[in-house]
């Protein structure tokens, strides 16, 4: 039982890592990418590939190399999905998803093939070897922490202040200097940095890495945990990851069959899209919110909503 | 003002007192632009030097082009022909991001300030330089992002009085009366340090009271000097504010001159007021 736990409290933390900076892209950028997953995977890689070929399984050197993996690897696609007019960047994004996870397959030599890796030494950090669960949680904790305090930081300088007006309107950001493009690009990297954190660490819990977990169904349930958990909150990634992390779980629990996960994350996604635009998180939150902003201008005259933006 | 202050705009390339001597650097020229939607030639040859230090009123019935013409200076809506200089700089065409933070600063016909942003943070986000906007720069520099974006909401401090906002500087936008609304729109232009202000129709939909607070503030601005380009239906403002008056029907300018001239001419009245 307390085994139980301890993995879903590990699957929790370590998909709301993933996930966290991807609530900045669906929510104030607005935009929705499906290629999330390829760059947890590759991250995911970076540990497999170093730990097996005995480069080193040294957290403290795996997750920045992940960093700049993922993160380069996210610049140079974010860079011209977002010139991209309408919508065509979902679809620009699903290609992107695809071309990474078939690369990885096909780049038998370094990723193993369809089967992928697996069997590696166990991480460690400056020596100190990462066994148990508990020793991963302790290691989770404070990574989770560090990411959570960057968004938080970002959030409240002017880059968090930009993404909010962004979110408004982009017509009134552009007349102020700040260009939107530039925004979206910033948080699609930093959501893909995290994602490529949040891999190695999976990957080396695991002690398992195999290209088709990383495919499409993986980045549309990294996006349900957002939508699920609240997309304009912090807290809400957390809410998503912990309850569809360990959904299989759940089912178990209740003895339906773990297939059913696709089904239950399918129907939370439509009652979500149809009575909770804001997630569970936004539940809370709305309430207070609309006594805040609706309250107050109940009494002033209303003001064309200003849709659009782009003239 | 202290001398502080006066640093402070000056970072924001506010220009405050000596914004005349930097008029004449910072000219904005149409040269003969059009523009045609689908079939519509909506405008029809544009020329014109926008007198510095002077407000210059647009004035037209609705849908003579008035709004296309902001859109064409500002950037963002490139022209099928002509061009657009300012501050002896090519900008036909350019991104409105560019074009504004070179000192030409342009509001909307429906406001669109932010409604989930105070005022204070209205004005800052105007006023915030490329540098503090940089992601990179907020998470591996934040110290220098912190200081800096401390100075912008200095900045923006300003820019809210200076429109009489004030006391309601953390109030939301959106939870504000709507000619509130009309000045803080104005407030952010100061806070980008806008030496040219594009303001389209700032006194529709505000009363008498709205009308004169709107008119103090654009007296305060021409008596600093900056250049204005004023859109406006309610004529009385215009004779009241401006200096010149271009009359602009179906994209072309119909006539030019001074407000008493040009609105004694009869036959621009019956296209204004529809015969
Ligand atoms: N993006 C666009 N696409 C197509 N037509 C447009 C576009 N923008 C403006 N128009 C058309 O161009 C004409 C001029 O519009 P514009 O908004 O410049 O008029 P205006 O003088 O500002 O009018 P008003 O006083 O009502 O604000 C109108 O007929 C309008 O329908
Ligand atoms: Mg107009």
């Known amino acids: 039982m307390i085994y139980i736990i301890q993995t879903i409290v590990i699957y929790s933390l370590t998909y709301s890592i993933a996930v966290m900076g991807l609530s900045l892209v669906v929510g104030y950028s607005q935009i929705f990418v499906l290629s999330q997953a390829a760059v947890f995977g590759v991250g995911s890689f970076t540990y497999a590939v170093m730990s097996s070929r005995n480069i080193t399984s040294d957290l403290l050197i795996v997750i920045p190399v992940a960093i700049v993996i993922g993160g380069l690897l996210s610049l140079v696609t974010g860079l011209p999905l977002f010139r991209l007019g309408g919508d065509y960047y979902i679809v620009a994004s699903l290609a992107f998803q695809y071309v990474i996870i078939q690369g990885l397959v096909n780049w038998t030599s370094v990723s193993g093939g369809p089967p992928g890796l697996f069997g590696f030494s166990s991480p460690s950090i400056l020596g100190w070897n990462i066994n148990s669960n508990m020793d991963f949680i302790y290691v989770l904790v404070p990574i989770l922490v560090l990411a959570l305090g960057s968004l938080l930081w970002v959030r409240r300088m002017p880059y968090g202040r930009a993404l909010v007006a962004m979110a408004d309107d982009e017509a009134a950001l552009a007349a102020g200097g700040v260009k939107a493009d530039s925004l979206r690009v910033g948080v699609f990297v930093l959501a893909g940095t995290l994602a490529a954190v949040a891999g190695v660490l999976f990957t080396s819990f695991l002690n398992v890495a195999s290209p088709g977990d990383y495919g499409i169904s993986e980045s549309i349930l990294m996006i349900s945990m957002v939508l699920v958990g609240g997309s304009r909150s912090l807290i809400g990634p957390f809410i998503g990851a912990l309850f569809l992390s360990s959904l299989p779980y759940w089912l178990n629990l209740v003895n339906w069959s773990v297939y059913m996960t696709g089904v239950v994350t399918g129907v939370l996604l439509l009652l979500v899209a149809f009575f909770l635009p804001d997630g569970v998180a936004g539940l809370a939150t709305s309430w207070a919110h609309r006594r805040r902003i609706h309250g107050q201008s109940r009494q002033a005259p209303s003001v064309e909503p200003s849709l659009g933006g782009q003239s | ?275």
């Open chain 2, 1 to 275: 003002m202290t001398a502080e202050k006066a640093l402070v705009f000056s970072r924001a390339g506010h220009v405050s007192h000596s914004a005349g001597r930097d008029g004449g650097a910072s000219r904005l020229v149409a040269r003969g632009l059009f523009k045609r939607f689908g079939s519509q030639e909506v405008i029809a040859g544009f020329d014109h030097d926008l007198e510095p230090g002077v407000v210059t009123g647009l004035v037209g019935p609705n849908g003579a082009g008035k709004t296309t013409i902001f859109n064409l200076l500002s950037g963002g809506l490139k022209p099928d022909s002509g061009t657009v200089t300012f501050a002896d700089q090519d900008v036909t065409g350019k991104p409105m991001h560019v074009v504004s933070r070179m000192g030409l600063g342009r509001s909307f016909q429906d406001v669109r300030v932010f409604p989930a942003l105070d005022c204070l943070d209205n004005c800052a986000l105007y006023a915030q330089t490329v540098r503090e906007t940089s992601l990179v720069r907020t998470l591996l520099m934040p110290r220098s992002t912190a200081r800096l974006s401390g100075v912008s909401r200095q900045v923006a401090t300003e820019a809210v009085e200076f429109v009489g906002l004030g006391s309601k500087k953390d109030n939301l936008a959106g939870s504000l009366s709507y000619a509130d609304q009309k000045l803080l729109a104005i407030a952010r232009l100061l806070a980008i340090g806008a030496t040219t202000l594009l303001l389209d129709e700032p006194a529709s939909g505000l009363d008498r009271r709205g009308v004169e607070k709107l008119m103090e503030v654009i007296r305060r601005l021409r008596d600093e000097g900056r250049t204005i380009l004023l859109i406006e239906h309610n004529l009385d403002v215009v004779r009241e504010m401006c200096q010149k008056v271009l009359f602009l029907d179906r994209g072309r300018v119909l006539a030019e001159g001074t407000p008493d001239d040009v609105f004694a001419r009869t036959e621009l009245a019956e296209l204004y007021f529809g015969a």
